[in-house]
């Protein structure tokens, strides 16, 4: 995914109320952003950090700039969780993810039930492939890992994913990790004890585990390769 106008420069003075953030420019002007990112974003929030901006054109929006990248170390970090689905959808129809090669058509936000809506229907033939599409932001020591908050909705989704390959479909949960510092994935226990133990029960049900790196740049984010899963330990 290219990002079609160039992102501006800023410095993050602190993010707050989940969805705002204040930043500083390069000539001094301070003023409050939109923060598209409903977790903590634990390890990448930290004030003084280097920070990328759009602009959106529509001129009734309260904060016409969004936050969407952080810079840790050398790294930079996807934190605008809308555009997550987007980048998976892309690297797919462009045949870059292994286990999803000739897909013939991908549908966005299906409801699955009268309650739950998944994020892609992949069909292949007379294949359907339901998809749940996870942002994963949070590294500590090249360990990925998934949630950086609580997340009971999260929760539910993997146990719908688990009743949709009960009924003969494939059922797959995915993990963006939108950053390049990542050396392997694992549900994040102690942050979330019941997501982990729920991840790990649907797995020998059947649901598939998929987990990809997007190289992260202010001109482009792109899914590039795979990275390996390690189950958490309690």
């Not at 001094?28 to 003084?48: L, Q």
């Not at 950090?49 to 529509?58: D, E």
């Not at 292949?124 to 090249?142: F, P, Q, T």
């Not at 004890?193 to 598939?208: C, D, M, N, R, S």
Request: proline share 6%; aromatic share 6%.
């Amino acid at each position: 995914m290219d990002f079609q106008t160039p992102l501006q420069t800023a410095t993050l003075i602190k993010r707050y109320k989940r969805f705002l953030a204040d930043v500083r420019t390069e000539d001094g002007r301070e003023f409050t952003v939109h923060c598209p990112n409903s977790g903590s974003m634990r390890g990448c929030s930290d004030p003084g950090s280097q920070v990328m901006l759009s602009t959106s054109p529509n001129l009734k929006r309260k904060y016409p700039q969004t936050l969407e990248m952080i810079q840790k170390g050398d790294t930079w970090i996807g934190i605008n969780t809308m555009l997550t689905n987007h980048i998976v959808a892309e690297a797919i129809a462009g045949n870059r993810i292994h286990e999803l090669q000739d897909i013939e058509s991908i549908k966005k936000e299906i409801k699955t039930s009268q309650s739950s809506r998944l994020d892609l229907l992949l069909k292949r033939g007379d294949e359907n492939i339901y998809v749940e599409i996870k942002n994963c932001s949070l590294v500590e020591d090249g360990l990925a890992m998934f949630p950086d908050a609580v997340t009971s909705r999260g929760t539910k989704h993997l146990n719908e994913l688990a009743r949709l390959v009960q009924e003969g479909n494939r059922g797959i949960i995915f993990f963006c990790v939108q950053r390049s510092d990542a050396k392997h994935f694992s549900p994040a226990h102690h942050i979330d004890p019941v997501y982990a133990e729920t991840l790990a029960k649907v797995i020998k049900q059947g649901v598939e585990i998929v987990i990809y790196q997007a190289a992260v740049t202010p001109k482009q984010i792109r899914i590039t390769t795979p990275i390996p899963y390690t189950p958490s330990q309690p």
